[in-house]
């Protein structure tokens, strides 16, 4: 059974960091990444990253967050700096399946508020 498992959500102030985890397990993925849903707001890319660690951003999230992963560890980091009011979100792991694309995995999501 596939599972991604998000952890490291919570609050802060602006111009703070979080590190958000996504831990997978069940099978193994050529590319994951990061969506994000604010309230009232459809779901978006933030970060994609491939098995040979191209990554990929969302202009909005270019130079303030770095995806990375370990692929020992079968697990997917965002590491979030400089963040905004406007970074507040639901951030949910993504990953295709590695046999059927077609075939979407998600995460239940962790919630980030960015706010003073």
């Known amino acids: 059974q596939v599972q991604l498992v998000e952890s490291g959500g919570g609050l802060v102030q602006p111009g703070g960091s979080l590190r958000l985890s996504c831990a997978a397990s069940?099978?193994?993925?050529?590319?994951m990444g990061w969506y994000r849903q604010a309230p009232g707001k459809q779901r978006e890319l933030v970060a994609t990253?491939?098995?040979?660690?191209?990554?990929n951003y969302a202009d909005s999230v270019k130079g303030r967050f770095t995806i990375s992963r370990d692929s020992a560890k079968n697990t997917v980091y965002l590491q979030m700096n400089g963040l905004k009011p406007e970074d507040t979100a639901t951030y949910y792991c993504?990953?295709?399946?590695?046999?059927?694309?077609?075939?979407?995995?998600w995460g239940k999501g962790t919630l980030v508020t960015v706010s003073s």
């Open positions: 069940g099978s193994i993925f050529s590319l």
């Open positions: 990253i491939t098995s040979g660690g191209v990554a």
């Open positions: 993504n990953a295709p399946d590695i046999l059927l694309p077609s075939i979407i995995y």
